[in-house]
């Protein structure tokens, strides 16, 4: 970021007050309004924060124009389909792409925190079987700060890798038990001589009483979906994270609280919301209710796995997707899948549709992940938390990102207040 010689000029009750402007290696200058509240005694006023950079980071780069990603400078493209997600997650967290030195440490320090305390298998057992998973991951990985209490001190950088690298490691084992609980199995012990991705298809669907074989297809397929979920700049979840964490609080309580955020429809639970939505229209020939639906403006319903804050273009995690979903459909034979055919024709229809070309309103990253973990075998109710394991990488260099600024403040919104003025209590028997 640098303070370029441009400025703006804001008049204002006959005062004139000069905003220095940064310039972005990439993306559009950003006006510096930190001394404005102090100089000028005025707050801007942004709620949801559509044209408000509330950090600066060197991580993740949109381009919402062009459907462009970037991680570190590199395209999404390429790192799904020439990466591996421990790759990418070295490459979020430190900057650079490993060498195969680095990437074996790296690997085998994450493979040495794959499993959880014992004594949270107790703590599982505390939720009704019929959580949802969400439910349950928010619950234990705020939990993991009463079991590692080793790794809370955020000012020692130490404890802040262990923590992160603890995280990264124990989320798949966590949303695997959490997952496991819900059918009433038993919980599986990670097998540390299997990748990331296939070590989560065998804690997810092996059991004990049988042999598995984790299909390498099938893990691959995970992989990219883990790669293309983990990281997204300032999301509403990132956000918060980032918020949490400005007051000091451990990690393991930052990273529950976005995982909090991430469960609602809008935000990671659109790809449970978009399955559920394609299979409540069944079949092609109901699209036109749907479409005619999420155009009117005194319906709720929205097409989900549609639409974006930054990307007025192909988010380009659906287009990998998108032919991710027909490889893993025909290795599974079932590539005439009715959800498949609704989804296409749902996306053309979409697609030449005025109300979404005028609005820009493109299918993003939920609309075909739903589709591929569901031929995997999984419940629509852990499309979320496996949103919320590949996200943690995501999570976790930001917020390492931001302890390590030495500007880092406490968030602190200001607000237009429109209530009351000051007035005098009144006794409850003259209200
Ligand atoms: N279906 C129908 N209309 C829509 C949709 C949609 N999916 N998305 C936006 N619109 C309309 C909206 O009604 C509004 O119309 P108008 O200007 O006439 O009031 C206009 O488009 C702009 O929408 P907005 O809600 O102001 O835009 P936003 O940037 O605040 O919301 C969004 C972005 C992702 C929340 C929204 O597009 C949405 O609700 N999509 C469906 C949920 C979804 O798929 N979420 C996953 C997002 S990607 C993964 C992630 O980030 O977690």
Redo the contacts with the bound molecule.
């Keep these: 970021m640098t303070e370029t010689q441009k400025s703006a000029t804001l008049s204002l009750n006959g005062e004139t007050y000069e905003l220095p402007i940064f310039s972005p290696t990439a993306g559009p200058d950003v006006l510096d309004i930190r001394k404005l509240y102090a100089q000028a005694g005025v707050f801007t006023y942004d709620p ?1 924060f ?1 044209s408000t950079a509330s950090c600066d980071s060197t991580i993740t780069y949109i381009d919402g124009g062009k459907g462009e990603l970037l991680h570190r400078g590199y395209p999404i493209d390429q790192l799904a389909s020439k990466s591996h997600y421990l790759e990418v997650c070295y490459l979020l967290l430190y900057g650079e792409l490993p060498t195969a030195a680095q990437l074996e440490d790296f690997e085998t320090r994450v493979t040495r925190h794959t499993m959880v305390h014992e004594q949270m298998h107790n703590f599982f057992r505390g939720f009704r079987r019929d959580a949802h998973p969400m439910a349950t991951l928010v619950g234990v990985v705020g939990a993991m700060s009463a079991f590692y209490h080793d790794s809370l001190d955020v000012t020692d950088p130490w404890q802040r890798e262990v923590a992160a690298v603890r995280l990264i490691a124990k989320l798949p084992t966590i949303a695997a038990m959490a997952y496991k609980y819900s059918i009433g199995q038993p919980f599986v012990y990670p097998k540390n001589d299997l990748d990331y991705s296939a070590n989560f298809l065998h804690m997810c669907f092996s059991v004990p009483s049988e042999e598995y074989h984790v299909n390498p297809i099938l893990s691959r397929a995970m992989d990219r979906i883990f790669i293309l979920h983990a990281d ?1 700049e300032q ?3 990132t956000s918060t994270v980032r918020l949490a964490s400005s007051s000091g609080a451990n990690p393991f309580a930052c990273i529950a609280a976005g995982i909090a955020c ?1 469960w609602g ?4 639970g ?2 449970q ?2 399955l559920e939505m394609l299979k409540e229209i069944g079949s092609v020939d109901r699209i036109p209710e749907f479409i005619e639906r ?2 009117d ?1 005194n319906d709720p ?9 930054v990307y007025k273009n192909t ?1 380009p995690r659906a287009k990998v997707l998108k032919q991710s979903a027909d490889e893993v459909l025909e290795l599974l034979g079932v590539e005439d899948n009715p959800l498949l055919q609704v989804a296409k024709e749902l996306e053309q229809t979409a697609l030449n549709d005025p ?2 070309i005028e ?1 820009k ?1 493109f299918p ?4 075909y992940s739903g589709i591929i973990l569901e031929a995997m075998g999984f419940p629509t109710s852990m499309f979320t938390p496996i ?1 919320a394991l590949s996200r943690t990488v995501g999570w976790i260099s930001q917020w390492k990102e931001m302890i390590a600024d030495p500007q880092n403040k406490i968030g602190r919104p200001r607000q237009l207040y429109l209530g009351e003025t000051m007035r005098d209590y009144t006794d409850i028997e003259k209200r």
Excluded: Q
């Design positions: 949801g559509t997204h999301n509403a979840s991430l429809p809008a935000h990671g659109a790809n919301a978009c999420a155009k403006k319903f929205r097409l989900m796995g549609f639409g974006h804050r988010d109300y979404f609005k309103l993003n990253v939920d609309f949103f």
